[in-house]
């Protein structure tokens, strides 16, 4: 359990089960050079729900992650009172602090979860995903929904991403659910709540 909190805890800079997206209907497949991703905000605040599965271990947990440009705070509480982990993160330094006090440092979320568990997962990429954005500058495609204007996934760097919901919040459309796969990773999210810092 507690190697599946690190694991969901550095994906998400990464009770009850996540029901997983149910895929969207897509309208086109375009290279993320030939499309305009959506507005979104830099600053934010989003609570929901992350299941997340590895080979041989998987976990569900409470999400609150606040963003506040590249300062961030992401909490984690598992069910029932199994525990829960912090990471504070600004650029070029990230501590991981879990409910029993023990601290973790590194220059980096990969860093921390490779120093934490062994595994080297993208955990920078969730920061754009989560808000419904490609990463910048890593190539891949997107698909499009009927509109050929809203995004319903992108796969970038060997990551599948879909999105099946998503919420107006302040004059932005950002995702209500979605799920990421990767070589032996899963991870879905559902929102609660979002808010966007003006």
Known sequence: MKRALTISLCLALAGCGVNPPQPGKVGARKSLADWRPPAAPASWTVRGRAAVKVPDDSATLSVYWRQDQAHYRISLRAPLGAGGARLDGEPGRVVLTTSDGERRLAASPEGLLQQATGFDLPVRYLKWWIRGLPT?????????????????????????????????????????????????VRLRFAVSHWQVSQ
């Open 136 to 184: 910048p500058d890593l190539g891949g495609e997107v698909l499009l929904g009927d509109d050929h204007a809203t995004p319903t996934g992108y796969d970038q760097d060997g990551w599948t991403v879909r999105y099946s919901d998503w919420k107006a919040v302040a004059g932005y459309r950002l995702p209500g659910r979605f799920s990421v796969k990767g070589e032996g």
